[in-house]
């Protein structure tokens, strides 16, 4: 600790000759003597008499009792030095012209491992990597030159580790002559390998950059394109010649016009920090066919700060015309689902009129004229048997009637909608014992008939799965208006079941056909959502447009 503190002194550029100074430290801070002992030359002549030093000391004005607070002050000086030297983060440590360790501070154990008493008195050669010991006896012939050194060494640590460190190293003289050398290293190990990975990674970005098959550009501060690969050519026509050195923010000729704005409020975004996912973009080639892009972006740093953006441009063109196709198909199967439902609809209610023209009507006549005959006959087994009859035939007009009402209930069509949803809360409530209500804001809702059949299907299902499935008490079911828009709710207190699970249901084909309402009802342009939970019942809410005739009243 002495030897380092000197050297720091002396470092630091003391006027005073270092054998004066050691003197001084020996006396005042290591309390090897008091300060009026007459201090000595290295030669050991006699420079200052206790006779001179009082004369001094009386001279100056220096009180026995000014120099006990001199001497404290040196001390904890001392002290505050000590901690600093030992806790500070680089390694600190001083060697004579030989090599040889004479201070090393606790630093160096937290970076290579080994304690201090390994170092002490030692070259560094034992811990030092071996293509690294012939830098070291060139950086000693300099020191002892006078020059000072900076540099990297590489040492081996404990536990196998390389361990790299950045040194600083001066000459400390005594008596104007170099006598060893002061040192502050550095450890920069990680930085070195990640100096290592960034070179590896650009390598391999340059790999990529040269043979990728989609285009990476950067562009810079001013949206002017700085860089482009090489497969852009390929892709657009134009070399990378023709593209370097154009603004997105103009109008460059490969991105259509209409994207421009889109392109530059991107770019501002990433050079601001933000984070920005894929963003589409149609471009113009150079035979001017047009093509569409997909394109990611990431800030381009350099020292630390934003300088740009890189960005890779994926070709999606044939993704995009199968999209299209694909949303043309789904358009396709959504009006067929319709249709199929309107045909279907309107099917059930041609046999619905058949059965209550025709079979219904028969039935009720040949009711009729069984009555009379029984009338006309005294009593006898062949009237118990026509009474019979009668009731059997009484039975299947009433069968006849509920299936007509079934296929498609007339209520529907010659009273409305909603009178056709009372009346399915009333089957409900007494085919299966469901307390079931309606409610109803009175407000108009006119429907277009395709919708008008939709929603009554929907209300059926729903109210026949609450029925099976819910094990509910108590259903509700609200009709309003919002809007353009008519909004129903349909209510229960059952069950319920796991919403999470509702995404799997629409591939479902059980149930009550959840993925075909939701599909037809988008197409119409209405929605169709879910909410439930376990042991808290379900609701579903149905949105659909009114007549557009009535929307504007």
């Known amino acids: 600790m002495r030897t380092a503190t000197k050297a720091i002194l002396c470092a630091v550029g003391l006027g005073a000759p270092f054998w004066i100074l050691d003197s001084i430290v020996d006396s005042v801070i290591f309390n090897k003597g008091p300060i009026v002992q007459q201090?000595?030359?290295?030669?050991?002549?006699?420079?200052?008499?206790?006779?001179?030093?009082?004369?001094?000391?009386?001279?100056?004005?220096?009180?026995?009792?000014?120099?006990?607070?001199?001497?404290?002050?040196?001390?904890?000086?001392?002290?505050?030095?000590?901690?600093?030297?030992?806790?500070?983060?680089?390694?600190?440590?001083t060697q004579d012209l030989d090599g040889n360790?004479?201070?090393?501070?606790?630093?160096?154990?937290?970076?290579?491992?080994?304690?201090?008493?390994?170092?002490?008195?030692?070259?560094?050669?034992?811990?030092?990597?071996?293509?690294?010991?012939?830098?070291?006896?060139?950086?000693?012939?300099?020191?002892?030159?006078?020059?000072?050194?900076?540099?990297?060494?590489?040492?081996?640590?404990q536990n196998g580790d390389i361990i790299t460190l950045s040194i600083h190293e001066v000459p400390i003289y005594i008596n104007g002559k170099v006598t060893g050398l002061f040192g502050i290293a550095r450890d920069i190990t990680d930085r070195k390998r990640a100096l290592e990975a960034l070179i590896k990674s650009e390598e391999r970005y340059r790999l990529h950059f040269e043979y990728v098959g989609d285009v990476i550009y950067s562009v810079d501060r001013e949206f002017r394109i700085t860089d482009v690969s090489p497969s852009?050519?390929?892709?657009?026509?134009?070399?990378?010649?023709?593209?370097?050195?154009?603004?997105?923010?103009?109008?460059?000729?490969?991105?259509?016009?209409?994207?421009?704005?889109?392109?530059?409020?991107?770019?501002?975004?990433?050079?601001?920090?933000?984070?920005i996912g894929p963003t589409e973009y149609e471009f113009i080639m150079k035979d001017g066919s047009r093509k569409f892009g997909e394109v990611w972006g990431a800030p381009l740093f350099k020292?630390?700060?934003?300088?740009?953006?890189?960005?890779?441009?994926?070709?999606?063109?044939?993704?995009?015309?199968?999209?299209?196709?694909?949303?043309?198909?789904?358009?396709?199967?959504r009006s067929l689902a319709s249709e199929l439902?309107?045909?279907?609809?309107?099917?059930?209610?041609?046999?619905?009129?058949?059965?209550?023209?025709?079979?219904?009507?028969?039935?009720?006549?040949?009711?009729?004229?069984?009555?009379?005959?029984?009338?006309?006959?005294?009593?006898?087994?062949?009237?118990?048997?026509?009474n019979e009859a009668q009731e059997l035939i009484e039975?299947?007009?009433?069968?006849v009637r509920s299936l007509t009402f079934e296929l498609s209930p007339p209520i529907l069509y010659?009273?409305?909608?909603?009178?056709?949803?009372?009346?399915?809360?009333?089957?409900?409530?007494?085919?299966?014992?469901?307390?079931?209500?309606?409610?109803?804001?009175?407000?108009?809702?006119?429907?277009?008939?395709?919708?008008r059949v939709l929603l009554f299907q929907t209300v059926r299902e729903l109210l026949v799965n609450v029925a099976?499935?819910?094990?509910?008490?108590?259903?509700?079911?609200?009709?309003?208006?919002?809007?353009?828009?008519?909004?129903?709710?349909?209510?229960?207190?059952?069950?319920?079941?796991?919403?999470?699970?509702?995404?799997?249901?629409?591939?479902?084909?059980?149930?009550?056909?959840?993925?075909?309402?939701r599909e037809r009802l988008n197409h119409l342009g209405g929605s169709f959502e879910i909410r439930s939970h376990p042991g808290k019942g379900t609701s579903v809410v149905i949105t659909a447009p009114l007549k557009p005739t009535e929307n504007r009243t």
């Open 39 to 93: 201090l000595l030359a290295p030669e050991g002549h006699t420079i200052l008499t206790r006779a001179m030093i009082i004369s001094v000391l009386v001279l100056g004005g220096i009180t026995f009792h000014k120099r006990k607070r001199l001497e404290k002050k040196l001390l904890e000086t001392n002290n505050y030095l000590e901690n600093l030297i030992d806790n500070a983060n680089d390694v600190i440590y």
């Open 101 to 157: 360790l004479t201070f090393i501070n606790r630093r160096a154990e937290d970076i290579v491992g080994y304690v201090r008493s390994d170092w002490l008195g030692k070259t560094t050669a034992a811990h030092l990597h071996p293509d690294d010991l012939l830098k070291v006896r060139e950086n000693l012939e300099k020191l002892a030159n006078g020059e000072a050194v900076s540099g990297e060494l590489r040492f081996v640590a």
């Open 232 to 275: 852009v050519k390929a892709v657009t026509g134009y070399s990378p010649e023709e593209i370097v050195g154009q603004s997105i923010g103009a109008d460059m000729g490969i991105l259509a016009p209409e994207y421009i704005g889109k392109g530059v409020s991107r770019t501002a975004k990433i050079l601001a920090g933000d984070q």
């Open 303 to 333: 020292d630390g700060r934003i300088v740009g953006v890189i960005n890779v441009a994926r070709d999606i063109t044939e993704r995009k015309r199968a999209e299209r196709t694909l949303h043309n198909y789904q358009e396709q199967l």
């Open 341 to 386: 439902s309107l045909a279907e609809e309107r099917e059930r209610r041609r046999i619905a009129t058949e059965l209550h023209d025709y079979i219904s009507q028969g039935l009720l006549v040949s009711n009729l004229k069984i009555g009379k005959v029984i009338e006309s006959i005294p009593a006898s087994d062949v009237a118990d048997s026509l």
């Open 395 to 399: 039975q299947t007009i009433r069968d």
């Open 414 to 451: 010659m009273i409305g909608f909603e009178a056709a949803v009372e009346w399915l809360v009333e089957q409900t409530r007494e085919r299966h014992g469901i307390k079931a209500i309606l409610k109803n804001d009175g407000q108009s809702k006119p429907l277009e008939e395709d919708i």
């Open 468 to 517: 099976k499935h819910s094990k509910a008490r108590s259903a509700e079911v609200s009709i309003c208006r919002n809007g353009d828009n008519i909004t129903i709710t349909v209510e229960d207190d059952g069950v319920g079941f796991d919403g999470s699970r509702i995404g799997s249901c629409w591939n479902s084909t059980d149930g009550f056909g959840l993925f075909s309402i």
